[in-house]
């Protein structure tokens, strides 16, 4: 049985809106011209059940109208990527092990902008926390020599965590491409992003999306990346955005069975997705599909 969209989802999406709203310096008509449309596509997308994050996508389109090329998160997205590096330094050496560089992986997962007002609880615990939900083992059998793993990228900061991460994938012989947003939306890694502050190295082979979107609107996958996931041994998606949003597509919520191999990482940060998994709030999740 679905939990998502759950009954906090509603409030969840208006601070979402209101926020993005405060950081685009529209006149006061615009502003409320959009909040209006928001409002509508917010009813429209909790009646008919949309996954949170193309209810979210659906807004930041209509936003983008406004303000097409501007990236009102783009100083929280800096303040963000020196906060991980600074984390990173303070994790230390991670062993190369699957289990320990995919939990540092998953506590990169806390920067989240309107879930997580201090992420640095998170990283403070260090690699010492048990998951949720824990298919590691079944994953391992996809990593061969020669595996091609495609990464699905999540928040900006994140690929300080998720280079770890891929530096073992790289060490047993995988060829990693590492796919971020061709363009902004909220906080989500951009090829911009990598490129603007020397962050584009020891992440195997990066790629942008073709996108703007939070998630991955399995409707809307470009030609390119649909082909390099229909090509790839294990897809890994960061983040609860691409869970929302593939979830269905990966067999979990009545859909499936999943197109791809598919490993989920990421923090279980708000109560419908938890529910969704059966974990508590907060907790790390490792789940693969099929």
């Not at 540092?104 to 640095?120: C, K, Q, T, W, Y």
């Not at 909220?186 to 979107?213: C, F, I, K, M, P």
Request: hydrophobic share 45%; proline share 7%; with cysteine.
């Amino acid at each position: 049985m679905s939990h998502i969209p759950g009954p906090e989802c509603a409030d969840c999406l208006r601070r979402l809106a209101l926020d993005t709203l405060d950081r685009c310096g529209l006149d006061g008509a615009a502003r409320a011209r959009l909040q209006t449309q928001g409002e509508a596509i917010l009813a429209q997308g909790l009646e008919q059940a949309w996954p949170p994050a193309i209810i979210a996508n659906r807004f930041l389109a209509l936003v983008r109208r406004y303000r097409p090329t501007k990236d009102p998160m783009a100083a929280k997205k800096a303040a963000d990527l020196a906060a991980a590096r600074r984390a990173v330094r303070e994790l230390g050496p991670v062993p190369d092990t699957l289990e320990a560089r995919v939990r540092a992986a998953i506590i990169g997962n806390s920067l989240d902008h309107f879930l997580v007002a201090r992420p640095e609880e998170f990283w403070g615990r260090g690699l010492d926390f048990g998951l949720g939900i824990d298919h590691l083992a079944r994953a391992a059998s996809y990593l061969v020599p020669g595996a091609g793993i495609v990464i699905l990228a999540d928040n900006t900061g994140e690929q300080c965590f998720d280079r770890l991460l891929v530096e073992h994938l790289l060490g047993r012989g995988c060829r990693v491409t590492y796919v971020v947003k061709s363009r902004p939306v909220q906080n989500d890694l951009t090829l911009e992003d990598l490129r603007a502050h020397g962050e584009d190295y020891g992440l195997g082979r990066v790629v942008g999306s073709g996108t703007a979107q939070v998630g991955l609107d399995p409707e809307a996958i470009p030609g390119p990346l649909a082909r390099r996931l229909q090509q790839a041994d294990l897809v890994v998606a960061k983040g609860m955005g691409h869970y929302e949003t593939l979830r269905r597509t990966a067999g979990l919520d009545g859909g499936g069975p999943s197109p791809w191999p598919l490993l989920f990482l990421f923090l279980a940060k708000c109560r419908p997705v938890a529910r969704s998994l059966g974990v508590e709030l907060g907790a790390a999740v490792a789940a693969l599909a099929p």
